[in-house]
Nanobody
C-alpha cells in the first residue's frame, strides 16, 4: 500500500511564501506524475497544480504565476512552491500521486495524502 506524506504547511502573512513537500512511503520510488488539490472551509476540493510524467504542468487560473509545481528526482519528492500568498489561498492542501517510478518499473494508482493546512493571515 502506497502512502503519501505531505509537509510544509503553516501560517504565513499575505504576500509571503511557503513550500509544500510530498513524498511517497516507498522512498526508493520517484513521484513521476501527480499534483495538488486544496479545500477551503465549506468549499469543494479543487485542483491547484499538476505535473505529468513528461513534465507538463497545469495550474488553476487563481494560482498561475504565483505557484510552481516541480519534482526533485534526487530526493524523490514533489514540491508546490507558493508565492505572493493571499487570504483566499487558505485551505487544506492535498497531494495526490498517479505514478511512481523506479528505474524501468512503475506503480500507477490514485494515492492521496492526509492534507496539510495552509493559513494566510496577518
Amino acid at each position: 500500500q502506497v502512502q503519501v506524506l505531505e509537509s510544509g504547511g503553516g501560517l504565513v502573512e499575505p504576500g509571503g511564501s511557503l513550500r509544500l513537500s510530498c513524498a511517497a512511503s516507498m522512498r526508493d520510488f520517484s513521484i513521476n506524475a501527480g499534483g495538488w488539490y486544496r479545500q477551503g472551509s465549506g468549499d469543494e476540493r479543487d485542483m491547484v497544480a499538476s505535473i505529468a510524467a513528461g513534465g507538463t504542468t497545469d495550474y488553476a487560473d487563481s494560482v498561475k504565476g504565483r505557484f510552481n509545481i516541480y519534482r526533485d528526482f534526487a530526493k524523490n519528492v514533489m514540491y508546490l512552491e507558493m508565492n505572493a500568498l493571499k487570504d483566499e489561498d487558505t485551505a487544506v492542501y492535498y497531494c495526490y500521486v498517479e505514478e511512481l517510478r523506479q528505474g524501468g518499473g512503475y506503480i500507477r494508482g490514485d494515492f492521496w495524502g492526509q492534507g496539510t493546512q495552509v493559513t494566510v493571515s496577518t
